[in-house]
Structures are given as C-alpha cells and as structure tokens.
C-alpha cells in the first residue's frame, strides 16, 4: 500500500501569513496519463471532508484562491497565501492512483 | 443541488451488525461511484472501498474484506453500507462520498453518520 506521510503534524499560522503544508508519498503518484493523483482535503470540526485541490494542483469549484498546490510525483504541497480565520481544520492528502486509496495523517491548523 | 443525505446515529453492541445509507441527489446517479471513508476518534480518515453505482461493482480494502458490503438501490438512488461483526474500534463517523472521474478525487461527500460500538 501506498504509504502518505504529512508534516507538520500541527501548526499555529497568523492571520494575514503564509502556511505551507507537505505530503510526502512512498511512491510515484504520476500516472501514465502525465496526472499525479493526489488531492486535498480540509475537515472543519463539525463538518464533512471538503476537497480543495485535485490531480495534485487544480483548485476545486468555490476554493478561495488562497490555496495552491503543487508538487513532484513524490512531494506535494498545499500553500495558503494568506491564513484566515476560517482555514482552521485538519487538512489531509489521499492518492488514488491505486486500490486502496490512503490518507496521509493529518495537519492540523490552529490560528 | 448535489448532495449525499446519510442516516442517522447507530448504537450497536459487540458481534451486531449496522447499515449505513447514502441517498444521493441532484446529480444521475448511476454516473458516479460512491466511496466509504471512516474517521475513528483521534485517527485520520480511512478508505474503505467504493461500489460502482451504475453496475454495482464492488472493491474493498482488505482491511474490511469479509466484513463489510455495499449495496445500491438505482430506484431509490441510495447505496448502503453494512459492516458485520462489529468491534469497539469500529466505532467511528462513516462518510460516503461522491468520486468524480476527472478529479480522481472526492467532490462530494455525505455529513456523516456516528456508528458507536459499545456493550
């Protein structure tokens, strides 16, 4: 199984700030078709998982464009611009490049 | 609107078995898988596998093979999810969610339903 490695595990961002977070895969999630299967995830509390970012760097309808993400067939990244307030949650990566799909651990960010 | 409307809390003692459902709307319902994701307190989120809604092809994970099974009602435009022989650390939010192709990710998801697992 493919194995999803998150860092930090937490973080405390400012207001008006950059954060970055990474998702680090055991292997390639480039599929033959040039896409890398990897997607972001926020979870609220409270809430269901939403998507953010898709195929590794394209932002999902409604997604301010404060997030951005980014990464080689191995290293990702998902960057928040500016930190809101709204932004807290844990955010999690998932490849789908093959049964079973995984989550990464989580990262959680605080304000 | 595109939605996944789930069914409420479960509370269920050791050895029983739960059905979850996920009545989808706002969308043709055949044209989507729908995956199975469970959050247990404190872990991350895991996949559990997908049921192709259209011709009822199922995949499992091997964690929960022989435990679990997904079903679907086309005329209802629902899918279940049963999971059997339940332990106290099947107690979780299990979330179904709509897998769109293009993505290769997961557009849309239900609200969860609370599966708690105690004697």
């Known amino acids: 199984d493919i194995v999803l490695t998150q860092s930090p595990l937490s973080l405390t961002a400012t207001p008006g700030e950059p954060a970055s977070i990474s998702c680090r895969s055991s292997q390639s999630l480039l599929h033959s078709n040039g896409y890398k299967y990897l997607s972001w995830y926020l979870l609220k509390p409270g809430q269901s998982p939403q998507l953010l970012i898709y195929l590794g760097s394209n932002r999902a309808s409604g997604v301010p464009d404060r997030f951005s993400g980014s990464g080689s067939g191995t290293d990702f990244t998902l960057k928040i611009s500016r930190v809101e307030a709204e932004d807290v949650g844990v955010y999690y990566c998932m490849h789908a490049l093959q049964n079973p799909f995984t989550f990464g651990g989580g990262t959680k960010v605080e304000i | 609107q595109v939605q996944l409307v789930q069914s409420g809390a479960e509370v269920k003692k050791p050895g029983a078995s739960v059905r979850v459902s996920c009545k989808a709307s706002?969308?043709?319902?055949?044209?989507?898988?729908i995956h199975w994701v469970r959050q247990a307190p404190g872990q991350t989120l895991e996949w559990m596998g997908w049921i192709n809604a259209g011709n009822g092809y199922t995949k499992y994970s091997q964690t929960f093979q022989g435990r679990v099974t997904f079903t679907r009602d086309t005329s209802t435009n629902t899918v279940y999810m049963e999971l059997r022989g339940l332990r106290s650390e099947d107690t979780a939010v299990y979330y179904c969610a709509r897998f769109f192709g293009d993505y290769e990710a997961m557009d849309v998801w239900g609200k969860g339903t609370t599966v708690s697992v105690s004697s």
């Open positions: 706002g969308y043709t319902f055949t044209n989507y898988p």
